[in-house]
């Protein structure tokens, strides 16, 4: 079982988020037969067999083993992926195009990069899994608290600088073999920022 899928097909897209089959495919986390879904997900196991299926033919799940009991063939199925991301390449038609003028303080321009973050590592993981090696990346992933918006747009401007210097430092516009690299970089405020202390006191 691999940790994290990438699914780029539309029909696997739309597989995995009808309800029952994301909990279904949560469930096969664990491998389990029909029978055993049936009773803790409470459909009938004819229901479930229709699902398997489906979640099967897309590639999301996978057949274990199967087990002979009297004049029945149980099939135990396993997710193939303990979690999955949706590639924009599902939605190609309308997937964000990051290619529009850049606006370093645009949220809706950030949102398009990271969209193509998902979209080109998605695309080199599914190429690598299937080569059987793995993909040179590096990432950071950092929290932030600043005194001021004075103190964040200093900040920005300084790791704008460095990393232009970097850039300059290494880019190396006629290396024989050489292979290009895409960085991106996102500063962004926290989604859930955690409550002060007088907002918990107020609350």
């Known amino acids: 079982m691999l940790d994290i899928a990438v699914i780029e097909d539309p029909a696997a897209a739309e597989a995995s988020l009808d309800p029952m089959r994301a909990r279904l495919l949560a469930a096969l986390a664990e491998p389990a037969s029909a029978t055993m879904l049936a009773a803790r997900v409470g459909l009938a196991r004819q229901k479930v067999n229709y699902h398997l299926r489906a979640l099967e033919h897309h590639g999301l799940i996978e057949l274990v083993e199967e087990r002979r009991k009297g004049n029945v063939t149980e099939r135990v199925m396993r997710a193939t992926a303990a979690s999955y991301v949706i590639s924009p390449v599902a939605l190609a038609a309308v997937r964000p195009d990051p290619a529009q003028p ?80 895409r960085l991106v970089l996102a500063l962004h405020p926290t989604a859930n920022p955690p409550a002060s202390t007088s907002e918990s006191v107020k609350s």
Do not use: C, M
């Not at 606006?103 to 190429?127: E, H, N, P």
């Not at 080569?131 to 600043?146: E, K, L, M, Q, S």
């Not at 964040?152 to 300084?158: H, I, L, N, S």
């Open 102 to 181: 850049p606006d370093r303080l645009s949220a809706r321009w950030l949102l398009a990069i990271a969209a193509r973050l998902v979209q080109d590592v998605g695309a080199l993981i599914t190429g690598a899994d299937r080569a059987g090696r793995r993909v040179a990346t590096f990432a950071i992933d950092a929290n932030i608290r600043f005194a001021s918006a004075t103190d964040r747009a200093a900040f920005a401007d300084e790791l704008a600088a460095t990393v232009a210097g970097l850039v300059g430092k290494y880019h190396d516009e006629q290396a024989a073999g050489g292979r290009e690299h």
